[in-house]
């Protein structure tokens, strides 16, 4: 009989690495525009071109797939068109967030130690509040709807949080995200394998850059393919395949207005930014509040 349960006593790291050594071919990503480090490369004018052509499902099969069975994520060059909604949108969250310093709702990072960078906990809801315009322009955008709808199809719900990595803050530990990323493995055990492989499909994380972005920066770090670990969220926090992951992740500079969406599975961590400028990106995740991504689900209508 097939097995369904598992404890921290079955992960293997040979079996990780295998999996994470895997490459990529820009011949299987028609549609693409480069391959660097193996994440596979988008141009949004391109994009933009297909949404409403017989090409769109030819399309969102391609992304589909890169997600689930290839390297698990996709970075969309220039994904935003207006930069002046971007800056906008910045000037909005830097207002929040100098007025949560001084109130009871500062409550930082769970990542990072005091002050070393900055968080808006429920930044949707807040950004509307503020400036309903600028809210309406920043979240029509639809490429960010097409990409979402690859992965999730349609009816899916959107929160958002901010994160700024600041100068001198340090890269956080590699993780996974919802639903289970953040459950003690005694917990995670007690999860058949199927329900822990089906949590993936239920939500897509995406992340925008509100500044350049180059590596020094604190881009976020991540490994390809480890969303295809099935034991992966027994094993993130486990001493070899940090190990593991600290020396194969990687970084990419991001431009103004780039996105970057992938698995909830895949092994992610901010990076460090010791540089003197501070990088302003914002950052979407679920209603259970965790990490600092941009998170989406399926939900009736």
Not at 94 to 103: A, G, L
Request: contains cysteine.
């Amino acid at each position: 009989m097939q097995r369904y349960f598992f404890d921290v006593d079955d992960i293997k790291l040979s079996e990780f690495a295998s999996l994470c050594s895997q490459t990529v071919s820009l011949e299987d990503y028609n549609f693409s525009s480069d391959i660097q480090q193996r994440v596979v490369i988008y141009e949004g004018d391109n994009i933009r071109s297909l949404i409403s052509t017989p090409q769109a499902l030819d399309l969102k099969t391609e992304l589909h797939h890169c997600i689930k069975d290839g390297p698990g994520v996709v970075v969309v060059r220039q994904a935003f068109q207006d930069m002046k909604v971007i800056d906008r949108a910045t000037e909005i969250f830097q207002e929040i967030i100098d007025e949560e310093k001084t109130s009871d709702q500062n409550r930082g990072d769970h990542f990072a130690k005091a002050g070393e960078n900055e968080r808006i906990w429920n930044a949707l809801q807040k950004f509307c509040e503020r400036d309903t315009e600028t809210f309406i322009d920043y979240y029509n955008n639809p490429l960010l709807c097409f990409v979402t709808e690859a992965w999730l199809g349609p009816f899916f719900q959107m929160t958002s949080q901010v994160n700024i990595v600041k100068p001198g803050g340090q890269a956080q530990k590699p993780h996974r995200d919802y639903h289970l990323g953040f459950q003690e493995n005694s917990l995670v055990s007690e999860y058949p394998i199927s329900a822990q492989i089906l949590s993936q499909f239920l939500t897509l994380q995406e992340s925008v850059a509100h500044t350049d972005m180059d590596i020094s920066s604190g881009s976020t770090m991540m490994l390809p393919f480890s969303h295809q670990y099935p034991l992966g969220y027994m094993a993130w926090r486990d001493s070899k395949f940090i190990e593991y992951f600290q020396k194969h992740a990687v970084q990419l500079a991001l431009k103004k207005g780039d996105a970057v969406f992938f698995s909830p599975a895949l092994f992610h961590a901010a990076g460090t930014n010791p540089n003197l400028a501070t990088v302003l990106p914002t950052y979407y995740r679920p209603p259970v509040l965790s990490v600092r991504l941009w998170n989406l689900w399926i939900v009736p209508r």
